[in-house]
C-alpha cells in the first residue's frame, strides 16, 4: 500500500534545470527520511541526495554538490529535488526512496520503500 509517484523527469539541454517530484502515500511521512537515487544504464544504483524527517540536515553527493538542492514538505508528503546547471553525465533514471528514522541514509539498501523512478536525459 506504501506508494512513491516520481514526476518531473524528462528532457533538458546541458545547463538547463529541472524540478523532480515524489509524492508518498500509505505512510507516516515525517517519520521517514527521504532520498534520491539515480541509475544509468549498466550502473549502479547511487545517493544524490537524502532529507531526514525534519527536514533540517541534508546530504549531497560530492557529484552534485552546489547545483542540486533536496527539500521536503511534510504537509503534503512530498520531496523534492531541484536540479541547475544539468550535465549530460546527469543522464539517468532518478528514484525515490524512504526509510524510517531520526538520520539520514546513503546506501541504497537502508531504504524501505521505492518508486518506480523518471528519466532524466540531459543533451550535450
Known amino acids: 500500500q506504501v506508494q512513491l509517484v516520481e514526476s518531473g523527469g524528462g528532457l533538458v539541454q546541458a545547463g538547463g534545470s529541472l524540478r523532480l517530484s515524489c509524492a508518498a502515500s500509505?505512510?507516516?511521512?515525517?517519520?521517514?527520511?527521504m532520498g534520491w537515487f539515480r541509475q544509468a544504464p549498466g550502473k549502479e544504483r547511487d545517493i544524490v541526495a537524502t532529507?531526514?524527517?525534519?527536514?533540517?540536515?541534508?546530504y549531497y553527493a560530492d557529484s552534485v554538490k552546489g547545483r542540486f538542492t533536496i527539500s521536503r514538505d511534510n504537509a503534503k508528503n512530498t520531496v523534492y529535488l531541484q536540479m541547475n546547471s544539468l550535465k549530460p553525465e546527469d543522464t539517468a533514471v532518478y528514484y525515490c526512496?524512504?526509510?524510517?528514522?531520526?538520520?539520514?541514509?546513503?546506501?541504497?539498501?537502508?531504504?524501505?520503500?521505492w518508486g518506480q523512478g523518471t528519466q532524466v536525459t540531459v543533451s550535450s
Open positions: 526512496a524512504a526509510r524510517r528514522g531520526r538520520t539520514y541514509y546513503i546506501r541504497a539498501q537502508e531504504y524501505d520503500y
Open positions: 500509505g505512510l507516516t511521512f515525517s517519520n521517514y527520511a
Open positions: 532529507i531526514t524527517w525534519s527536514g533540517h540536515v541534508t
